[in-house]
């Protein structure tokens, strides 16, 4: 799991943060960190989203400053809502960034309870509980927990944010739990929280897993409500969608919808373009898209586009007993030959995780940005 190394290490942290072991205990949960994203993975949501890395560094910098131990703050939680007191907005946060077990979630879900009991109808300002609460149960993969809190009728308005909702439909996908994504984006539905560009990814991802004739009207009603009120799609759904009614034999509905993808120079959406081809029984097209990846005059250093197996196996079978099989046939070897075929099947690529927004350069404006005069070692005066 996620921060497991901080499930043992916080209990000595909240006892031992004055002693000089302290520093080579933080030494060894940043380098755990590392394992904790390849653990806690992420399928469809950019690192920008989960944030694991920073929630575990709050975490440990939150430990570092509680007096006491976080057993007696616990206690004091559970007392106050057996007695039904008020539990403040800093203790709630607090309380949530001290949970490392499953049965720590259970105390931070009742404290939940008691607090929107008393402020259902204030608003929290900037902070949003939803957020914090789901990282906690993507981290412990406590997917079925993240349902049914989502879905607590007595918590309604709890999570307003979309985030929180992506955060479980991402933690339910990676479990498989594909009718618990379905209800989660129906209860959006009915909280009024509108879909945001994961939400979209996330959704036609799910009904292309499903592969149903049901969840592929569904994905088609979503496409159409999404551009009915001018939501922005992602490419990467929409690569999603087109795949989808390809493999549901729909290629009239596969060419309006690939139509509709406004940049498609990416190594996907190349693919798609190909199977659509073939599928479509556009021989020409197709064997001339191959051709101009084959003859690219990129660089030596650019990877020139290359095709999935499967893609090529397709194009392969629609060109048999016709008159372009000898040509493809003779420009597959020839991709095979150039390395420009490739053994994933398409659905590593729908499924592949986001990158996120890349911080380019960020090592001139934070390390290498000079803080002190060289000559007279003062500090400087501009930014």
Request: net charge positive.
């Amino acid at each position: 799991m996620a921060l497991r190394g901080l499930v043992f290490c916080i209990p000595f942290v909240l006892h031992q943060r004055n002693s000089p072991r302290f520093a080579v205990l933080c030494a060894a949960v940043k380098l755990n960190c590392f394992t904790c994203r390849v653990e806690a993975r992420r399928y469809l949501l950019s690192e920008d989203v989960v944030r694991l890395e920073d929630f575990q560094k709050k975490k440990l910098a939150v430990a570092q400053q509680v007096s006491g131990s976080k057993g007696h703050f616990f206690n004091a939680i559970n007392q106050k809502i057996e007695t039904s007191q008020l539990i403040l907005k800093d203790e709630l946060k607090l309380l949530l960034l001290l949970c490392q077990s499953p049965e720590d979630m259970v105390t931070a879900r009742n404290a939940i309870y008691r607090y929107h009991e008393e402020n259902c109808n204030m608003a929290f300002g900037e902070f949003r509980f939803g957020p914090l609460f789901m990282r906690l149960c993507y981290e412990l993969g406590l997917a079925d927990l993240a349902l049914t809190t989502l879905t607590d009728k007595r918590l309604k308005g709890f999570f307003p944010d979309c985030t929180s909702f992506n955060l479980a439909i991402d933690l339910l996908f990676s479990k498989g739990h594909l009718e618990g994504v379905l209800e989660l984006m129906w209860e959006m539905k009915a909280q009024g929280v509108a879909f945001n560009k994961d939400t979209f990814t996330l959704a036609f991802a799910t009904c292309y897993k499903l592969n149903t004739p049901k969840s592929y009207q569904i994905c088609l009603a979503l496409l159409e409500e999404g551009q009915a009120k001018v939501s922005f799609i992602p490419r990467h759904a929409y690569c999603i969608a087109v795949a989808f009614a390809l493999k549901q034999d729909d290629v009239e509905r596969a060419q309006s919808i690939y139509s509709q993808i406004m940049n498609t120079d990416n190594r996907l959406c190349q693919n798609l373009r190909v199977l659509l081809l073939a599928m479509a029984g556009s021989m020409k097209d197709a064997v001339s898209v191959l051709t101009t990846a084959l003859l690219s005059n990129s660089l030596v250093f650019v990877k020139k586009p290359d095709f999935c197996q499967e893609v090529v196996d397709v194009l392969r079978e629609r060109s048999e007993d016709g008159p372009w099989r000898v040509q493809v046939e003779h420009l597959v070897k020839q991709l095979q030959q150039a390395g420009q075929v490739n053994p994933q099947r398409l659905d590593h690529l729908l499924y592949r995780t986001p990158t996120g927004k890349r911080k380019l350069l960020s090592f001139l404006k934070e390390e290498n940005r000079r803080t002190s005069s060289r000559r007279t070692l003062r500090p400087l005066l501009s930014e």
